[in-house]
């Protein structure tokens, strides 16, 4: 579907001997810069430090490179995309787990998100922005992704099941678990927040 759509797209910006020679670069670079930023948002909603988000991209589109030929299109691109940067991300969080904590990856020294509005509004919504992040890193990884597919993706629960490769029933239970625990997590930060000097 998407696969075969892309390749059509490549094949018709190209002499047949450049398509025959190039068509995997031409169709990774196409993939590439359709799906770059959802990608990133991925990793970082999946608790990807920010200053190994340039090195956890650059594993998964690696991956993308490697695999894309065998792609069948039996799955949607970005559902495929997802599963690709979801295995990477387990792995940049067990490293981050193992290695330990130096002073450049403190909080402190993390970018903060910068929107580009102005006043008030801007000041909530980098607010609210922190305060959701910071519940996301007090779910176990299990929850979290679950919780980012389900809130920020917007899939299914059998999209999800599919992705994670775990039983349905299986992401209704932790899907709930990740719901509460969020809920509780944002409940203390405000009242953690309201209640400092």
């Given at each position: 579907?998407?696969?075969?759509?892309?390749?059509?797209?490549?094949?018709?910006?190209?002499?047949p001997a450049d398509a025959r020679s190039s068509a995997p670069a031409?169709?990774?670079?196409?993939?590439?810069?359709?799906?770059?930023?959802?990608?990133?948002?991925?990793?970082?909603?999946?608790?990807?430090?920010?200053?190994?988000?340039?090195?956890?991209?650059?594993?998964?589109?690696?991956?993308?490179?490697?695999?894309?030929?065998?792609?069948?299109?039996?799955?949607?691109?970005?559902?495929?995309?997802?599963?690709?940067?979801?295995?990477?991300?387990?792995?940049?969080r067990e490293r981050a787990r193992r290695e330990p904590t130096s002073?450049?990856?403190?909080?402190?020294?993390?970018?903060?998100?910068?929107?580009?509005?102005?006043?008030?509004?801007?000041?909530?919504?980098?607010?609210?922005?922190?305060?959701?992040?910071?519940?996301?890193?007090?779910?176990?990884?299990?929850?979290?992704?679950?919780?980012?597919?389900?809130?920020?993706?917007?899939?299914?629960?059998?999209?999800?099941?599919?992705?994670?490769?775990?039983?349905?029933?299986?992401?209704?239970?932790?899907?709930?678990?990740?719901?509460?625990?969020?809920?509780?997590?944002?409940?203390?930060?405000?009242?953690?927040?309201?209640?400092?000097?």
């Amino acid at each position: 579907m998407v696969a075969e759509a892309l390749r059509r797209r490549v094949a018709s910006q190209e002499s047949p001997a450049d398509a025959r020679s190039s068509a995997p670069a031409t169709l990774l670079t196409a993939v590439y810069e359709a799906h770059f930023r959802y990608v990133w948002r991925c990793l970082r909603s999946l608790g990807v430090h920010d200053a190994q988000l340039d090195d956890a991209l650059q594993d998964v589109f690696v991956i993308v490179q490697r695999k894309l030929p065998e792609f069948d299109g039996g799955a949607q691109l970005r559902t495929w995309l997802y599963a690709i940067a979801l295995r990477i991300s387990r792995k940049y969080r067990e490293r981050a787990r193992r290695e330990p904590t130096s002073l450049e990856a403190t909080p402190e020294n993390q970018p903060e998100l910068v929107l580009t509005h102005s006043g008030e509004g801007a000041a909530l919504q980098n607010e609210r922005l922190a305060l959701a992040r910071a519940a996301l890193e007090a779910l176990s990884d299990e929850q979290r992704e679950v919780f980012v597919l389900a809130r920020v993706e917007q899939m299914s629960a059998p999209e999800i099941s599919s992705v994670v490769e775990i039983p349905l029933n299986t992401v209704y239970s932790r899907l709930r678990a990740a719901r509460l625990a969020f809920e509780a997590e944002v409940a203390r930060l405000k009242a953690t927040t309201w209640n400092t000097p």
